[in-house]
C-alpha cells in the first residue's frame, strides 16, 4: 500500500473509507519482454481510470496495450507502457512516483500551475489569430509562461497561463481582468464570427489538456466539417449494442500516436460514458481499441441519433491534438513580447499555426508550433526557410516535416472484438465471437 499524507480536514472515518479504496498498484518488468505491466486495482468510480490513464501519459509513456475489466464494485487496469524511446521503465524514480500518484488518485489531479492565471479562449480560428492575442496580452503587460492551443474543424481552443509583467504574480485586480476579457473577445470575434468567442479568467484550472478538450466538447467542435480535408486516414468509430449483457460496444481503429487513449477515455468520461471492459492493442503504427461502456445510470446507448453523436465525438477526440503541418521548435531567451512577436513573423509570412504548445524553463522560452500555408497545406520550405532568418536560424528550427499521406487500396480491416479472448482471461466477460453469430446488433 502506498503511504500519503493526510489532508487535515479528515477523520479517522475518512482515513479507514480510503485505506479500504485506495488502489494498489503493481509494476513489473519481468513478465513481458518487451514492457512494463502496470497493474491497478481499485473500487470503481466514474471517471478513476482517465486518472490512472492521465498519471501515464502526464509521463509522455507509451501504452502498447491495455485490459480494462470490472467486476462488481471493483476494478483492474493492466496497462503495457514503454518510454519515448520503446524501452522499458528502469528509473526508480519514475517507478516510484507512478506508483504514487495511482495510489492517491482517489483526491483528484489538479494542473498545479501555482501563482498563474488561467486565461481559457474558444472561438472561429483563422491566420494571424494567436498574433493578434499574444499582441494584446504583450500590451496588457501580462506574460505568457505557459499555453496549450489546438484547432479543429475552422475552431480554435486555448488554454494560457500568465504573470503579471511588472510584479511577477498572478493578476487578481478585476479591472484589469474585466479589461483582458473584453479585448480577448473582441479579438475572437473578428469581423466575421458566425458563433459566439468565449474568454474567462481563473485562478483555479483543472488538467490541461482534459480542460482543451471539455472546451472543444462545449464549443462542439464535432458538428462542423473541415474546410480542406488533409488526411485520408480518419480514425474509424463504430458503435453497436450488446443487447444480452446490456452494453454498448465501441471499437475505434486509427493511426497510434502518444496520448491517443487518454483523448479517448477523456471524452467518454465527460459524456458521463463508463467503461466497464475495454481491450487496447498496437501493432505497428495502428492502434485498436474496444470499449464497453454503459451510462452513469446502467443503461446503454438508447437511439441512432446518441449513436452518432457518440462516433462524431470520440472522432474529433481523436483528430483535436493530429499534428497537422510543419513542426517548428523555438529556443530563445524568454522576454516580454517575444511570442507576440514571433507569431506576427509566421502571420505575415501567410503561416497558420494549427497548434501550440508553450512553455517557459529557467528563463527560456521552449516552443512547439506546427504551422501550415493559410489554407492547410504544407507550408513551402522556401517560407519556412525565410521565416526562420527573420527570427534566427538557430532560435528556431525545423523538427519534424509532415508525412505524405498514401491511400491503402486494400483494405485495413481488423476483426471487430480484438480484444474479447483477453477479457475472457480474466474471468469477467464471457464472449464468444459475437459478430459471426449476430448477438451484437446494429440500430435498425
Known sequence: MVEMDWPSSL??????????????????????PTATLVTVDSARRHGILLEAVQVLTDLNLSIKKAYISSDGRWFMDVFHVTDQNGNKLTD???IRYIEQSMGSIHYGRTNGNNGLTALELTGTDRVGLLSEVFAVLADLQCNVVEAKVWTHNGRIASL?????????????????????????????????????????????????????????FADRDYEWKPILKRSDDCPIVTVQNWIERGYSVVNVQCKDRSKLLFDIVCTMTDMEYVVFHATINTAGDRAYLEFYIRHTDGTP???????????QCLQASIERRASEGVRLELSAEDRPGLLADVTRTFRENGLNVTRADISTEREMAVNEFYVTDAIGNTADSKL??????????????VKELPMICHKNVESEEQPVGVGGAVLLSLGSLVRRNLYNLGWIRSYS
Open 11 to 32: 477523520n479517522e472515518y475518512d482515513k479507514l473509507v480510503i485505506r479500504m479504496n485506495t488502489p494498489r498498484v503493481v509494476i513489473d518488468n519481468a513478465v513481458c
Open 160 to 216: 494560457i497561463y500568465v504573470k503579471d509583467c511588472d510584479s511577477g504574480c498572478p493578476i487578481e485586480d478585476s479591472q484589469k481582468i474585466d479589461r483582458i476579457e473584453a479585448l480577448l473577445r473582441n479579438v475572437l470575434k473578428g469581423d466575421n464570427d458566425i458563433r459566439s468567442a468565449k474568454t474567462s479568467v481563473s485562478m483555479a484550472v483543472t488538467h490541461t489538456e482534459r480542460r482543451l478538450h471539455q472546451m472543444m
Open 92 to 94: 526508480e524514480s519514475v
Open 384 to 397: 519556412i526557410e525565410a521565416v526562420r532568418q527573420k527570427i534566427g536560424l538557430s532560435n528556431l528550427k
Open 301 to 311: 446507448i438508447s437511439s441512432e441519433p446518441e449513436r452518432q453523436r457518440v462516433i
